[in-house]
Every structure is written in structure tokens, then in C-alpha cells.
């Protein structure tokens, strides 16, 4: 990482998070920011301005503690900036916010197959394609003169005012690209969006130096390079790489924050079965740092745990909490307390079903091991979707979590499951773009299965599924 630090700057979705890494990848410090939405006149917006300010300002306090060479944006994959020469266009659009019937019906009508892109029909603006199309049916003149950067990389151009894009954010059920033949989709091409991205680079690429401006918003030295970045589950998988237990092996991994990610890495090109992918219960194709089509499922894993016991998410893997989630089990089962998905309606594997409480309990640490269950059991429905196998790594901020990880691994004793001791698996995929030898800071944990038998509840969870399917 050539002698001086490293600043790792992530935005998702519910949070914001700069980091500050020695040469060495020991964290040195970690700030994290609440994002807000912004609501305008036509539509709700990521708060882009406000997560500048803020960014600015730790910029600074950073400068303070280590000699900065460079930084690397990491963002998630469901946003976009319009630029218009060295300013944002117009907003840019939170994917939340439903896009109006009339717009949405006219949009699918112009999508490309899923067999050509791996991007499947999305709500509300998950699809980048959609978000575009709604926000030129706003203002059609956004058609005209303006380059498109995927999130990630509209804070590499911030930084260092040059332009790019890159495969990771745009093969992200975006519908703007077909990993395949790593071009831009049809509708891409047929809407004029391909020539309006901006110049496809690599993550790893250096685009250019901290801007004038910046070296004086932040103190940073002039020098300081901005890497053009990726999108923040592939940085996750780019971090799971970097174990010898996942490195060049059938692997996947299973990211976990608002949104729950697995990405299955096939041993060989011969194992990778696009056809069997079910668009229908959210598997999509994204594609790696490399160019890669990966497998994946998702579903809204953080936002159902938060909807259900509250907004503190912590609450299901803090590590003084485990004790009396587990001890909670046992009460759990005998109860047949259990919740049915979903409480995310239109993502995961189970789109059109609507939640509920079976039995709910009024003790908070069994209604939390319930919940941790739940998140199990959704777990394990999206990774049969992907045909994971092998091995398979957890990390994010629900990996310590023992009722949910243990759960899985009593679900599924084919599986060597592993979790990451550090929360940063994303900051560390960043930086093994700087430096690919990088080692992690810790090893992995395998994970043992429950000392409960949890099949005959695991059982009646899916008889449930089936007779709500089936009454429907």
C-alpha cells in the first residue's frame, strides 16, 4: 500500500462510512454517518450534498492522523448521478421511491430478457434503468449533454474530476448491461444511455489526484490518488478472496446489512448455470471486479430484522446478547413462535408473500432468536436459489449474530460456513485493490451448528409457506 494510508470511503444506503487504514491495513479510524433522504419537488433523493458536507469534514480530521496516498469509493449498486459538466444535473433518485404506474408499465415494456442482461424485474427504482427513464420523462433535456456515473464512481469523479464507470456497479440489476458479453444492454444502446456512460475503467484504476478544490476543503495532500472503485457486495466478495479458505474454490459469500447478498463464485466456468436462475425470487447475474458473471440472491434482510424488532438492528448480534438468544430457543421451538415472510414485499425469495407473527412472544430476547431464525431460514432459500455448495462465508454487521449463522450452518451441514472476526470486509476488498497480497487482519471462524434440532420447525415454517401460497 506504498508506505502511507489508505481512506475508504462507503456509501450505502443507511449509512455512510469513512475509513482510515495504515499501510499495513490496521484500521486507525472509522466515522459513520446516518444518510438522510431528501424529499424534492417530483421525487425523494439520496442525500448527496449532505454526504459530501460531512465527508468533507472528516476528510480533514483524517488528514490530521496519517500521511493520506489515497482513496477508494465503495457504493451501493442501486444509484446513479447525472452530471452535467462539473455539476449534478439533477438529484439523484433514492431507488425507494416509487415510480409512478404509468412510467413503470412504459419501461417494462422496453426492457431487455433477463437471459440477455441477469437483471430481473425490480420495484420502484432498484433497476438503474428505471430511475433514468423516470427522471428523463421529468426533464427530457437530462438526455442531452450529460454523462451517467454509477454511485461509486460519481464520488471518484467528485474527488478527482474524472469520469468513469465501472463493471462491478453496472452489471448490478441495473438492466444497462449484459455480463455475458460485458457491453452495454440493448435498451442501453436503443435509449442512447450507453454512449452517455461515462468511460468504462477498472476498479483498481487510478484516475487521477485529489482535485485543488478538495486539497483545500480537506487538507489532504495534493498527491493523494482516487481509485475509481466498485460497487459495495463485490468489495465484500473481493475481501472474502483474500482468505486461503475461499481463494480460487467453489465458494459463497453472504454479505449482510440492509440488504442480504450472497454471491456464489464458481469453481469453473462449466459449474456457471445462468439458466436456472429464478428471476422471480430476486437471483440476479452480478459481475466481479475481473469481469466475471456471478450468481446471486438477495433479499432485504436488515430492513425485515428492523421492521420486526425495532430500529435498533444491533439487537440480534450484539455479542453480550447471544447468551440469552440461545437460551430463548428452546422456549422458541416448544412454542412454534415464528415468523413467515415477508416483511419487504416485492424482494427475496418470497415476493408475494405478506408477513406475520405466528405465536409472537412477549419476551424480547425469544422474539429476537425467532427473528434471528427467520433471517435463517430466508438465508438458506436464497443460497438453494444460487446452487451454493462448498463453503460459505458470512460477513457484515448480522455475522455475529449466533442464532442466524448457527442456524444456517444446522440448515445446511453440506456447507463449511465461516464468519469474518472484523466488521470491515468491505473497507478490506477496497484496499486488496491497492494490494492484492494484503493478508486479513483476522482469520476466519468456522461456525458449529446449534446443539437444537431446529428440522421439524424448519418443517412447519415451509408448510406454512406452502398452505399461504396455495390459499392465495
Not at 306 to 334: H, K, M, N, Y
Not at 341 to 350: H, L, Y
Request: glycine share 8%.
Amino acid at each position: 500500500m506504498k508506505g502511507r494510508a489508505t481512506i475508504v470511503l462507503d456509501i450505502g444506503k443507511t449509512l455512510a462510512k469513512l475509513s482510515l487504514w495504515s499501510p499495513d491495513g490496521v484500521l486507525i479510524e472509522r466515522r459513520v454517518r446516518p444518510n438522510a433522504r431528501v424529499v424534492t419537488a417530483s421525487y425523494a433523493a439520496l442525500d448527496a450534498a449532505g454526504i459530501e458536507a460531512w465527508a468533507a469534514e472528516t476528510l480533514r480530521d483524517f488528514a490530521g492522523l496519517a500521511d493520506v496516498g489515497a482513496i477508494v469509493p465503495v457504493g451501493h449498486g442501486a444509484a446513479a448521478a447525472i452530471i452535467r459538466s462539473d455539476r449534478l444535473a439533477c438529484p439523484p433518485l433514492d431507488y425507494e421511491d416509487a415510480i409512478p404506474t404509468n412510467l413503470r408499465s412504459a419501461y417494462d415494456a422496453q426492457r431487455d430478457t433477463f437471459a440477455e442482461t441477469g437483471s430481473p424485474p425490480l420495484p420502484h427504482g432498484l433497476n438503474l434503468g428505471a430511475q433514468i427513464f423516470r427522471l428523463e420523462a421529468l426533464d427530457p433535456d437530462l438526455a442531452h449533454g450529460t454523462q451517467i456515473l454509477p454511485w461509486a464512481q460519481y464520488w471518484s469523479w467528485l474527488l478527482s474530476g474524472v469520469a468513469a464507470s465501472e463493471v462491478t456497479s453496472l452489471g448490478c440489476h441495473t438492466d444497462l448491461w449484459n455480463p455475458l458479453t460485458a457491453s452495454p444492454s440493448k435498451l442501453a444502446e436503443r435509449r442512447g444511455w450507453a454512449s452517455r456512460l461515462a468511460p468504462l475503467r477498472g476498479a483498481g484504476d487510478i484516475l487521477g489526484t485529489l482535485t485543488p478544490a478538495w486539497v483545500a476543503r480537506t487538507g489532504l495532500a495534493a498527491d493523494t490518488e482516487i481509485y475509481c472503485g466498485l460497487h459495495d457486495s463485490n468489495a465484500a466478495l473481493l475481501a472474502a478472496r483474500g482468505f486461503t479458505e475461499i481463494a480460487e474454490t467453489e465458494s459463497t459469500i453472504l454479505s449482510t446489512g440492509t440488504w442480504f447478498v450472497a454471491m456464489r463464485s464458481p469453481k469453473d466456468a462449466a459449474s456457471l448455470d445462468i439458466g436456472h436462475l429464478d428471476e422471480d425470487r430476486d437471483c440476479l447475474i452480478n459481475v466481479d471486479a475481473f469481469g466475471k458473471p456471478i450468481p446471486s440472491a438477495r433479499f432485504m434482510g436488515g430492513r425485515e430484522i428492523e421492521t420486526l424488532i425495532g430500529l435498533d438492528t444491533r439487537q440480534i448480534d450484539l455479542s453480550f446478547d447471544q447468551p440469552a438468544l440461545l437460551a430463548a430457543l428452546p422456549d422458541v421451538l416448544a412454542s412454534g413462535a415464528m415468523v413467515l415472510p415477508s416483511f419487504a414485499p416485492g424482494f427475496g425469495p418470497f415476493p408475494d408473500a405478506s408477513g406475520r407473527w405466528i405465536a409472537r412472544p412477549d419476551d424480547h430476547a425469544a422474539r429476537r432468536a425467532a427473528v434471528s431464525l427467520y433471517a435463517a431460514f430466508v438465508a438458506d432459500a436464497s443460497l438453494r436459489l444460487i446452487g451454493t455448495k462448498e463453503r460459505l462465508l458470512i460477513e457484515g454487521r448480522f455475522a455475529e449474530g449466533q442464532v442466524f449463522v448457527r442456524a444456517l450452518a444446522a440448515l445446511r451441514p453440506d456447507l463449511r460456513i465461516y464468519i469474518g472476526k472484523a466488521h470491515n470486509d468491505v473497507s478490506y476488498g477496497a484496499l486488496r485493490l491497492l494490494d492484492a497480497a494484503l493478508p486479513p487482519a483476522q482469520p476466519l471462524d468456522l461456525v458449529a451448528p446449534l446443539d437444537l434440532d431446529i428440522s421439524s420447525y424448519h418443517d412447519r415454517w415451509r408448510h406454512e409457506i406452502a398452505r399461504k401460497e396455495n390459499a392465495a
